[in-house]
């Protein structure tokens, strides 16, 4: 069975600080990856969306960058961290090839920018 | 532009009725349609899905009711229970895209003793 975690579980950090979310997905190789944010009480938005090792696409531009160093990890990070990022970062992963439409949501990082 | 758009902010049942959540979308080449159920804390869970090539996926006490002429959807939960107070979202995508899912705004659903 695949299993999806996340890392760290939730994050206080202050404003123009660096930060950098994980995800990693075991028991699938060659996972579709993404990233989704979600503010308080709203809908989710995706963020990038990965189909292979070392190739990232951007959806919307919120002052983030994603990498996928490896076939199993999707990395968020930003240098500079502002008010407008606190929310729930979401990592997903889809199966790759012809049944690539579902997507598997993991638990979450909390993020909380003063 | 809203391309899903979930009609109810939020929804009220009392125990054993059926809530019905209803989802519209603009762009005729959206052909997946899964509704995802989310407690507050946690990710999104995939609940059902249908593809549009079906008027009706039924999963226990979940069913999916599609219009593809009217480009709208409904998710049905029959015998509603306290348990299933959580927040829906309806999601669309270009099936085999594999890309890019829209999501609607979320139904807050409650459903009390």
């Known amino acids: 069975a695949q299993t999806i975690h996340q890392w760290p579980v939730a994050e206080i950090k202050a404003v123009g600080s660096p930060l950098s979310l994980g995800c990693t997905i075991k028991g699938k190789s060659s996972p579709n990856l993404y990233w989704y944010w979600q503010a308080t009480g709203g809908t989710l938005q995706q963020l990038f969306y990965?189909?292979?090792?070392?190739?990232v696409e951007s959806v919307v531009q919120l002052n983030l960058s994603a990498s996928r160093p490896k076939d199993d990890q999707f990395i968020l990070s930003t240098e500079k961290l502002l008010l407008s990022h606190s929310g729930f970062y979401l990592c997903a992963w889809a199966p790759g090839g012809a049944n690539q439409d579902t997507q598997y949501f993991g638990p979450g990082t909390r993020l909380l920018v003063l | 532009q809203q391309q899903v758009r979930q009609s109810s902010q939020s929804l009220t049942v009392w125990e054993g009725e059926t809530a019905i959540l209803n989802c519209s979308y603009e762009?005729?080449?959206?052909?997946?349609f899964p509704w995802y159920q989310q407690f507050p804390g946690e990710g999104p869970a995939l609940l059902i899905a249908?593809?549009?090539?079906?008027d009706k996926k039924e999963d226990g006490r979940f069913t999916i009711f599609f219009n593809k002429r009217e480009k709208n959807l409904s998710l049905h939960i029959k015998d509603s229970q306290p348990g299933d107070s959580a927040t829906y979202f309806c999601?669309?995508?270009?099936?085999?895209?594999?890309?890019?899912?829209?999501f609607g705004q979320g139904t807050i659903l409650k459903v009390y003793l």
């Open positions: 999601a669309a995508s270009v099936a085999s895209s594999g890309q890019k899912l829209v």
């Open positions: 990965s189909i292979t090792v070392g190739q």
């Open positions: 249908i593809r549009s090539v079906s």
């Open positions: 762009n005729s080449a959206f052909d997946y």
